[in-house]
Each structure stands twice: as structure tokens, then as C-alpha cells.
């Protein structure tokens, strides 16, 4: 079945956007001749030009127009005209973040090609299931797949490379033990290694830990305030109800030392530390010296 010559990626989950625009690209075939504009400042007649003419060492052309929603919005009436009667040998794709069905270019589009859904699920748990069975060939049991979510969240493009590997180290099956196991992300990991490491009073290790690991990751610095943020509440969470505690599953062989380091701690010195860390969240988001600065700062103040 020949592909359709118009399509809309409608949504702002840059994984799903990718994945389809890869499933249009092998449905075209290995002789299409791609170009890739940018929405913002493609002009128009540039790219009817491209899809209007043929293309020199292929069979057709496959038009790619990223950040599409100005495009649409500055062309709105020839591009209407354009998806009404599209070209035979050429396919345009725009990637949107939007698309109101009851807009004209919609139903235009709708006609003549196919509209897209790039929006990520609202419940993650089921896509995660279908997801391991059919692109990764596991089964995942519903509270592993629960875990899964809580532990990455609704990063479509991590959860998938997180199932990936979970299909090569178990024999098919996913549960709980799985996932606990194998979904521990290196780098935060190290963060937890360095965090226990200062509240256990070893503040030189601790920050050899913080430096490498923002040379080898430059997104540590940011993810270190969320993550430290976690630990806190985890700390405080402990100390309120130890025998309640639910979060024993993250620690794992660490938790005789997560509990001493809390116990240690204390009700109001983690009060102080959820302060400071706001403090370093509001000043590094306001120019008010570097986050890998203020994160330093943070962890020898863990022990005062």
C-alpha cells in the first residue's frame, strides 16, 4: 500500500514524534530523497518547491518541516490548498505540538493523508506493559510496571531503553525483583553513594564523588536537586514512622546505612536541609551563582 502523501505528528512527546516519523520513513522506502526545514523559518514556496519537483538520485521526496506550528500558522490558506491536492511523488510531514481538529487544514489533512497522535498516554502503566510485549517481546507484571514509572517517570524514550534492557537480562518475564535489580540508572546511583557518603561524615570522598560525576554527566548538577530532594523526604518519611517505611525497595543493600545516616540526622536537621536545598533550587534558577557551585555548597552543609 502506497504511503500517504501528507502526515501530521501531533503532540509534544519528542520519542513517539521519532518513532513514527522512522515507521514513515522505512514505509517509503530506501530510494526516498529526505529533507529536513525548520518550521520556524521555512518559507512557503521553498517547500512546495521541494515537494513539487522531482527528486535528482531517487525515486520521491520526503519532506520533513520540524517545529511546524508557526509554518502552519504564517501559511495556513495555501497550505490548506497544498493538502487538499498534494503531490503524487513527494510526502510532507510536519511535526506539531498541536492541531485542532475542528480546524480546516485538519480535515484537509485527514482527507488526503493521516494525522498522528504524539501525545504521551495519561496512564503510563498500560503502555509500558504493551510496549515490553510488543516492540520488546517481555511480559511485565502490572506492580512491575508500576515500579518502572515510578522510578523514570513519563520519559517515554528512558522507559523504552530501560524495557530494552530488561529484555536481555531476564528470561521473558518482568516483575518487581526485575526491575528493582536492573533499572537502577548509574548516575543516581552515584548520587546516592555521594549523598550517604557526606551524612557518614566523609565530606572529601563525597565531593570527589559530586565533582567527577558532573564532569563525566553534565545534567547531573541538575537532576541532583530532585534527587536529593527524594532522599530527604525518604529521610523524614523514616524518622516519622520507621516500622511504615516503603521505600526500604530503594535502598536495598543500603538500607542499614540509609537508616543510620536518617537516625543520625535527625527531624530537624532534615527540616534544615529541605530549606537549604530550596534555597539552592531558587538561587541557581535565578542567576544567583552555578547549580554545581550550590550543590556543593549543599553537601558540606549536610553535616553542620
Not at 80 to 85: D, P, V
Not at 104 to 129: F, M
Amino acid at each position: 500500500m502506497p504511503l500517504k502523501p501528507v502526515h501530521a505528528l501531533v503532540g509534544g512527546d519528542l520519542f513517539l514524534q521519532l518513532e513514527k516519523l522512522s515507521e514513515l520513513l522505512k514505509a517509503a522506502g530506501g530510494q526516498v530523497q529526505r529533507i529536513d526545514v525548520d518550521g520556524e523559518t521555512a518559507q512557503l514556496g521553498d517547500v512546495l518547491d521541494e515537494l513539487r519537483s522531482f527528486a535528482m538520485f531517487s525515486a520521491s521526496k520526503f519532506v520533513v518541516v520540524r517545529d511546524a506550528d508557526d509554518f502552519v500558522s504564517r501559511f495556513r490558506e495555501p497550505l490548506e490548498e497544498y493538502c487538499a491536492q498534494p503531490s503524487a511523488s513527494s510526502v510532507l510531514v510536519l511535526r506539531l505540538s498541536s492541531l485542532p481538529k475542528g480546524q480546516r487544514i485538519y480535515k484537509q489533512i485527514s482527507a488526503t493523508g493521516q494525522v498522528h497522535d504524539c501525545e504521551p498516554p495519561k496512564n503510563l502503566t498500560p503502555w509500558i506493559i504493551e510496549r515490553g510485549k510488543r516492540i520488546h517481546k517481555i511480559t511485565i507484571k502490572p506492580d512491575a510496571a508500576e515500579l518502572l514509572k515510578e522510578l523514570i517517570g513519563a520519559d517515554l524514550g528512558r522507559l523504552d531503553n530501560e524495557l530494552a534492557k530488561l529484555a536481555l537480562v531476564t528470561s521473558g518475564t518482568v516483575d518487581i525483583q526485575a526491575v528493582t535489580g536492573a533499572v537502577a540508572f548509574q548516575r543516581d546511583q552515584q548520587l546516592f553513594d555521594m549523598t550517604n557518603e557526606v551524612a557518614a561524615g566523609n565530606t572529601a570522598h563525597a565531593l570527589r564523588r559530586w565533582r567527577q560525576l558532573c564532569q563525566l554527566d553534565s545534567s547531573a548538577e541538575f537532576r541532583a536537586v530532585t534527587w536529593l530532594g527524594m532522599w530527604l523526604e525518604d529521610v523524614r518519611t523514616f524518622l516519622t514512622s520507621p516500622s511504615a517505611f516503603k521505600n526500604s525497595w530503594k535502598y536495598r543493600d543500603k538500607l542499614p546505612l540509609f537508616k543510620k545516616t536518617a537516625t543520625s540526622l535527625g527531624p530537624a536537621s532534615a527540616s534544615r536541609l529541605v530549606e537549604a536545598l530550596a534555597e539552592v533550587d531558587y538561587r541557581s534558577k535565578n542567576g544567583l551563582g552555578e547549580m554545581k557551585d550550590n550543590v556543593e555548597r549543599f553537601l558540606l552543609s549536610i553535616n553542620k
